[in-house]
């Protein structure tokens, strides 16, 4: 895929999401009986949005130099292609951990799945790993700095057993 | 001056010389860690500071921010990598002082001059600060509005990308800050249904997805390279420039010093242009212009002045007027105003505590960075030999914490995700992610003095060209349009 193409693509998906805006904000009042109503910003901004993508779609001009990003698209290895594709993967799973499995059993998977699966690293180098970084931030951000983290049935017994 | 001398008191406590420490530590590795900004470091590390001291978490966040400027120069000296953007002039004559044996002199003159500057830009935060807020107090809605859109404006024509491609970075940002309750009414607006949007799209996993979760897809997808690291110095002595090198160094680091404050001070504006611009204006100004690019003393001194200068100069336009200039201020503002401040021309009035604890504890950042800079680059150095494989799981679960624990609820985690994706999208096919995160911020308080301002004049739009001000704000917005229009004048600027 050249970079234009993929800047287009990632333009449609930006028309879309505009347009899914525009329609859910032209359902709201725009102008009441004391002034401009709460849909008089939604429905301007997402009318502009979608203009500024149209253009964008048929002009997509210059790439911006983007903080940490890379515009420059690098030949991509099936090794390469394979680490992204675990690494996606990860953050798949960082979601699903936190909605049901709780801090400890999402950073140990996550940590396992990259370590070992993405780079290649053994096995008990990917678990130890991944127990020091689960019980790092559960002992320094859970129980010393009280930070909230998403809790399973691990956590809660560590919150019993300490508090 | 008593002001800032209570700023002091509030700074030199343990609590507040420790989160002071902390925040310059972390910047000076985020700096030396290329890829990883102060943007990503921020906002991983801002629900961290949510049960903080209000002065305490700004102290440490801001420590990060100007922090970052010191760091970058290591790496960019000793491997050619700027660790951040500002410091992507540096790599140019600064690695080759270092090739020619100059190494310890082109850190000392970096640090040194990153002192002068940052200390010089703080001195004009404590002096430009208060008569700004007390123009700044009389603006109304309409003016407030245009000063917004002009701001606006700057940013996106100062972006690298096309103009086109920037505008509608903003507009992405100021669209996703209507999603959840109106600001006016509290009527749910774009929330399809869904419940974990009511509140809106929340700053902490907007941002964490967009740059620290995209970032973690953008590590699964480099090369790994070896990167030949020229040696330090061991001993202090080591830093020392030449006479020869100190007398060509002291006009550049004045003129970087002025100059990078000024540009701090403008929306869009900040470190990274303040440098661009600096190692322009030397090069200019130099009578040996071939030397630049192949070790001139000028060319390292005058911009590693600026980038730290216009950070510093950035800060008067958050705390005096409530507007980020650039992304980095924007979540500054976003932290600002989860703590429940609104900073703005009456911080000063109401919470002077706060502004002066700030800038009180920016001259101490300043000292501390010195001496942290100097003595420990041997160490600092070591940080980039954490492979990846270590690095990556370990950003991952830090954001997993920030994220869960701004709200507790594990939809912001799945939100952040999401944004993550696209952020990686957006930022691969060269979309300024920034413009996005400070549109987001300044959206509410746009929304709301455009409504305040078209409900007091019954939806005359005449209302934003009434007071001179305003007209003047909105000139200054049709005006960078139009150059940004111009293609010459963009691509003679690119």
Known sequence: ?163 | MEALLGGFAVTLTLDNLLYCFVGVFLGTVVGILPGLGPLTTIAILLPITFKMDVTSAIIMLSGIYYGVAYGGTVTSVLMRIPGEASSVVTCLDGYEMARKGRAGAALGIAGIGSFVAGTVGVIGISFLSPPLAELVIKFGPAEYAMLMLAGLTMVTYMSSGSLARSLLMAAFGLLLGTVGSDPLNMTPRLTFGILALGDGVNLVPLAIGLFGLSEVLFMGRQKLEDMKVLAPPTGLLGFLPSREEARRSVGPVARGTVMGFLVGLLPGGGAVLASFLSYGIERKLSKHPEEFGKGAVEGLAGPESANNSGTAGAFVPLLCMGIPSNAVTALLLGAFIIHGVTPGPTILERQPEIFWGVVASMYIGNVMLLVLNLPLIGLFVRILDIPRAYLAPMILAVCLIGVYSSSGNPADVVIAVIFGFVGYGLRRHGFDLGIVILAYVLGPIFERSVRQALAISDGDPSIFFHSTLSTGFAIVAVVLLLLGLWPKRRAARA
Do not use: N
């Open chain 1, 1 to 163: 895929m050249s970079r234009l193409g993929g800047a287009r693509i990632a333009t449609l998906g930006l028309l879309a999401a505009a347009s899914v805006g525009l329609w859910q904000a032209l359902r709201l009042e725009s102008w009441g009986f004391d002034g401009p109503g709460p849909g008089f910003f939604p429905q301007l901004m997402a009318g502009i949005c979608v203009v500024l993508a149209l253009i964008v779609l048929v002009f997509p001009g210059k790439a911006g130099e983007t903080e940490g990003g890379d515009t420059e698209d690098a030949e991509a290895t099936a090794e390469t292609r394979r680490c992204f594709a675990i690494y996606a993967a990860t953050l798949g799973l960082l979601a699903a951990g936190a909605m049901y499995a709780g801090f400890v059993v999402t950073t140990i998977a996550v940590t396992v799945v990259i370590v070992r699966f993405a780079e290649r690293r053994s096995l008990t180098a990917a678990l130890g790993y991944g127990v020091a970084c689960a019980v790092i931030g559960l002992v320094c951000f859970g129980w010393l700095l009280r930070v909230d983290l998403p809790e399973g049935p691990i956590e809660r017994a560590f919150y019993t057993f300490v508090h």
